[in-house]
């Protein structure tokens, strides 16, 4: 069965989409949509780099991703506004990586690849992968998700009930780096944002507890990618963008019906 | 039975103090305020309390296994994250339905288990998050400006419940508050902070203190003497009556 490319890109847009979820919700809670932009463009970096060093492409991703996730941390609150310091760091990210993929000699690199996925090239190897680290996000946020949603609420509440603000910031900087990993080769660089923050606003219209929106978030994620990738086939058009668009259209239903419908 | 000491704590943002080498106990059962002009510390001295910020210098003792019932100035609730009441009272541990009415009762706030957090009224709101508090059977309650945003008929009501669950729980109470007035007659002892402790005491004591009065005896034109004699009439309000709902679009 796995033999199949179309089951392995499936699987491999499912597993993507449930790593993505309940991230993806913290990310929309926290305001954090541009720190997931800034990190995730930070991976062609990390791509750039695997490919100079001949390493694996999954472990110089999460190498750079985790270095960019914490850059951005320790420079926030130096003065510079934070979107400001995202949005210089994001597309800093991804410049330098573009130039750093352009100044690989010797090796051809399919760029379009890292910047917008190549999910039907999915491989057993990356399949598992991507399971893998799919499993140990969601683990690690099940496992925090009571400390995670305190501190979310107010690092301060928080703090009085002996949970360290800063410890769920990193837990949740660790999950960050890991899912851009895991979502590279399924959606690419660029679009590894729209799977984090589009799913999470799809559900949230139509959730009243933080677990309902979660498990709906992945649900839409699953939805999107299964029927991006459908689509994509059908039309023979690039599959990263449409799951996304997919994503986006769904948006567009729960936003204009769904807060009508609940209230 | 002492709850927590602070030994010459200079707390401050980064490595500039905005409060210097500040002496503080607090015993079960006692209600102390702290009080003092925008920018005194007072906020920052909750925050170093409860371990929030690090101190510059000096220390901070807990008794062991101490459990704080912090009630914040103010949550930003806004929207993204949806939220029923009673699951926000489950953050960080969980509580039976039992329990939740309970707490919701004794706050003065029944009924509202499966409202959403962001669809309370201010005073609803306060009432909730003190049944959060509740909720954790606090050895020490802390309130940090708890009433901002409360008219003062629903100030007064929220102190008198303090006051009440200071007498049910046996618990002890920080709090921090503008409300001078209503404040200073329901305390045990009242510190004045102005970037370091300015005078202390119990709230006569304070109130004629010079270093108080230099604060704010001037400011208020001598109208915290009105306040005081007002206080006197018992005003009876349940401020979450007249809460304002807020219309959400």
Redesign the interface.
């Given at each position: 069965m796995l033999d199949d490319f179309l089951v392995r890109a499936g699987l491999a847009g499912v597993g993507t989409a449930l790593a993505a979820a309940p991230l993806g919700c913290f990310v929309v809670w926290r305001r954090m949509a541009y720190f997931g932009d800034a990190t995730a463009h930070a991976a062609l970096l990390g791509v750039a780099l695997s490919l100079a060093f001949q390493g694996p492409i999954m472990i110089g991703v999460l190498a750079t991703a985790l270095i960019m996730a914490t850059l951005v941390q320790s420079l926030s609150g130096r003065g510079l506004a934070e979107d400001t310091l995202l949005g210089v760091m994001a597309h800093a990210a991804l410049a330098v990586g573009l130039v750093a993929v352009s100044l690989l000699s010797g090796v051809r690199v399919d760029l379009m690849s890292y910047l917008f996925g190549d999910i039907l090239a999915v491989s057993k190897t990356d399949l598992a992968l991507i399971w893998t680290g799919a499993a140990a996000v969601v683990g690690l946020i099940l496992w925090r998700w009571q400390r995670l949603l305190t501190a979310t609420l107010n690092p301060d509440l928080a703090q009085a009930s002996g949970i360290s603000a800063k410890t769920e910031q990193l837990v949740l900087t660790v999950a960050l780096a890991v899912t851009v990993a895991v979502a590279i080769k399924v959606v690419g660089a660029l679009l590894i944002g729209a799977l984090l923050v589009i799913p999470p606003a799809v559900a949230r219209p139509l959730a009243r507890t933080p677990e309902v929106m979660a498990l709906l978030t992945a649900g839409i994620g699953s939805l999107s990618a299964l029927g991006g990738l459908g689509a994509a086939y059908q039309f023979d058009t690039p599959t990263g963008p449409t799951i996304v668009c997919v994503a986006a259209g769904l948006f567009i239903i729960t936003t204009l019906f769904g807060a009508r419908t609940l209230r | 039975m002492r709850l927590m000491t602070a030994d010459g704590l200079t707390l401050g943002h980064g490595t500039t103090p905005v409060l210097r080498d500040v002496d503080f106990h607090i015993d079960r059962g006692e209600i102390v305020t702290l009080v003092g002009p925008n920018g005194s510390g007072k906020s920052t001295l909750v925050?170093g309390l409860?371990?929030?910020i690090r101190p510059i210098k000096g220390r901070v003792d807990q008794v062991r296994g101490l459990r704080?019932?912090?009630v914040?100035q103010s949550?930003?609730m806004d929207g993204?994250?949806?939220?029923?009441v009673s699951?926000?009272l489950?953050?960080?541990?969980?509580h039976s339905s039992d329990a939740m009415a309970r707490a919701l009762q004794e706050a003065g706030v029944p009924d509202l288990a499966k409202r959403?957090m962001r669809d309370l009224s201010g005073g609803q709101f306060q009432r909730v998050l003190l049944a959060r508090a509740l909720l954790?059977e606090p050895d020490i309650l802390?309130l940090?400006e708890a009433t901002q945003g409360l008219d003062q008929p629903g100030a007064a009501a929220f102190y008198r419940q303090i006051a009440d669950v200071r007498d049910q729980l046996g618990c002890a109470v920080l709090m921090v508050s503008h409300d001078l007035h209503v404040v200073m007659a329901a305390s045990d002892r009242v510190l004045c902070l102005n970037g370091h402790v300015c005078c202390q005491g119990t709230p006569d004591v304070v109130q004629d203190a010079p270093e108080y009065r230099a604060l704010f005896g001037t400011g208020t034109q001598g109208a915290f003497a009105l306040y005081r004699h007002q206080h006197d009439h018992h005003h009876h309000h349940h401020d979450q009556d007249h809460g304002h709902d807020h219309e959400d679009a």
């Open positions: - | 925050k409860i371990g929030a704080i019932g912090y914040p949550l930003q993204f994250l949806p939220l029923t699951r926000f489950c953050l960080p541990h969980r959403q954790m802390i940090d």
